[in-house]
C-alpha cells in the first residue's frame, strides 16, 4: 500500500504494520525477541535492559495495541519486573498473560498490582486453587491450563485465551517461551530484532531441539526492517 503525499515515516509504519493488521486468520499469534549479533537476549544473570534500541522499544509497545493479548513466561517477570502495556505510543493496552506452570511468583511484580490493565496468570491445571490457594495473584486471575512435558502446553494456552476472545496473541519472551511456541508449530511469525551488540555469553535466543542436518532447519520466507541501528528480522510460519 503506497500513500499518495505521505512522509516516509507514515510509509514506513504503514508498511511495518498493516500486514499484521490486514487479511489476517482468526487466531493470529506473532512473537518477538531482541537479540545481540551472537544470538544473546541477556547476560547470564538475566540483565537485558536494553539489548536492542529505542525503536525496538517502541515497535514493541505498537506492537501491544495492535494485541488482545501479550504473553510473557514467568522468568521474564522475575528479571525484567515488565508492566507489558502501551505507554510509549497511542493505543489500548492488551490483556497481559503470565505463564507459571509452577506458581513460583509472588504478588510483588507490576503486573499483579499496578491495576494497569487486566492480567491473567496461566499455571498448571493441578495448582489454579485449592483450599490453601486463592485463584488470584495480587489483582491476577489464576487459570489452569493443561501442561505439556512439564511446561504449559502452547495449544493449550491459544485455547484458553481464544475462549475467553483473545485471539490475536503476541508473545514478547523470553526465549524459552518463544521457542517453545515456535517447537508446537504455534506461530504465525516470528520477530527478531537484531542489535549491533556482541555479548559474547549470556542466555539465547532460539532454542529447538538438535537437528542432524541443516537442511532439516527452519527456513521461513522473511522480511526485513531497519529499526534505528536495529534490524527487525520477521519470519512467516502460516504458509
Known sequence: MVIEGGDQG??????????????CPERFVVAHLGQSLDGRIAAANGASRWVTGPEDVAHNHRMRALFDAVVVGAGT??????QLTVRAVPGRSPV???LDPRRR????YRVFSD?????????GEALEGDAAREARLGQAEVIGVAMQGGSLSPRAVLDCLAGRGLRRVFIEGGGITVSRFLAAGCLDRLQIAIAPL???SGR??????EISRLSAGLRP????????QDILVECRFDG
Do not use: F, H
Not at 507514515?10 to 490486514?22: H, K, V
Not at 520466507?221 to 529499526?227: A, E, G, I
Open 105 to 108: 511468583l509472588a504478588g510483588r
Open 77 to 82: 517477570v522475575e528479571n525484567d519486573d515488565p
Open 198 to 200: 556482541i555479548i559474547g
Open 204 to 209: 539465547p535466543s532460539i532454542t529447538l531441539p
Open 10 to 23: 507514515t510509509q514506513r509504519l504503514l508498511d511495518l504494520y498493516l500486514p499484521l493488521c490486514r487479511d
Open 96 to 98: 497481559r498473560v503470565v
Open 115 to 123: 491495576s494497569a490493565a487486566p492480567t491473567l496468570l496461566l499455571c
Open 221 to 228: 520466507p522473511t522480511r526485513c526492517v531497519m529499526l534505528g
